[in-house]
C-alpha cells in the first residue's frame, strides 16, 4: 500500500515455535519497494499449542482506512492450535476475524499502535456448509455504494489432504460491522 510517497507492507511473521503458530504482525516501510524498514510489531500471538487460546496463531493482517470513523481498521485472523491429529489439520482451527483500530486518527495513523476493537467473523450457527475446522481464514473488505462486502476464506482442515481452500462473501452497513455472510447472493464458493 502506497501512503504519502512511502510504501507500507502489513506481514505475519513466524518467530519461533511451534512453526505456524507462534507469530507477530509487523509493520514495515520503504521508499523504494527495495530496501524495507521494520517499524513495528502490532500484536504477538501466544504460541499457545494445546487448543486453550483463541489467540495461539495470528495471521493476515489487513489495513483499510475507514472514512466514517477518520481512522485505520486492522483485520486480522486469530486461531486455536494444538497437534494434528492422523485425519484432521489442527495447526490453525477455528480461524476468527478480529478488527482492531488505529489510535492515532487520520491517515497518518496506518503504522498503530492499534488496539482491539473485537470480533467480526467467526464460526458459528451462521457459518455456510462448505466452511470447515479451519473457520475463518481471512478477510478482505472494500467499499460498493453505501455498503461494505468482505471476502473471506475457510478450507475444510477436518480432512487430510485439505482438499479445497474456498471464498465466501459477507457485507455490512458500514465497517465496523456487523457482518452477515451473504449466502444468498453467493451461493457456490469459489475454489482457490
Aim: charged share 20%; proline share 8%; with cysteine.
Amino acid at each position: 500500500l502506497k501512503l504519502g510517497g512511502t510504501y507500507r507492507l502489513f506481514t505475519s511473521e513466524m518467530v519461533g515455535d511451534p512453526r505456524w503458530v507462534k507469530m507477530k504482525l509487523g509493520y514495515w516501510t520503504s521508499r523504494d519497494r527495495i530496501h524495507w524498514k521494520r517499524v513495528r510489531t502490532l500484536f504477538t500471538s501466544s504460541g499457545d499449542h494445546t487448543g486453550a487460546d483463541p489467540r495461539a496463531s495470528l495471521w493476515a493482517p489487513m489495513p483499510v482506512f475507514n472514512p466514517s470513523e477518520g481512522r485505520w481498521d486492522l483485520f486480522y485472523v486469530a486461531y486455536r492450535s494444538k497437534p494434528d491429529t492422523a485425519t484432521e489439520w489442527f495447526n490453525n482451527y477455528d480461524g476468527t476475524i478480529w478488527r482492531a483500530v488505529s489510535e492515532v486518527k487520520g491517515r497518518s495513523g496506518i503504522g498503530g499502535p492499534y488496539r482491539d476493537a473485537g470480533v467480526i467473523l467467526q464460526p458459528d450457527q451462521e457459518s455456510e456448509p462448505w466452511e470447515g475446522l479451519q473457520g475463518t481464514d481471512s478477510f478482505f473488505p472494500y467499499p460498493v455504494g453505501n455498503l461494505w462486502y468482505g471476502f473471506y476464506g475457510s478450507a475444510q482442515t477436518q480432512y487430510k489432504p485439505i482438499r479445497a481452500w474456498l471464498v465466501g462473501l459477507a457485507t455490512a452497513p458500514q465497517l465496523a460491522g456487523p457482518w452477515k455472510r451473504c449466502s444468498q447472493l453467493n451461493p457456490s464458493p469459489i475454489e482457490s
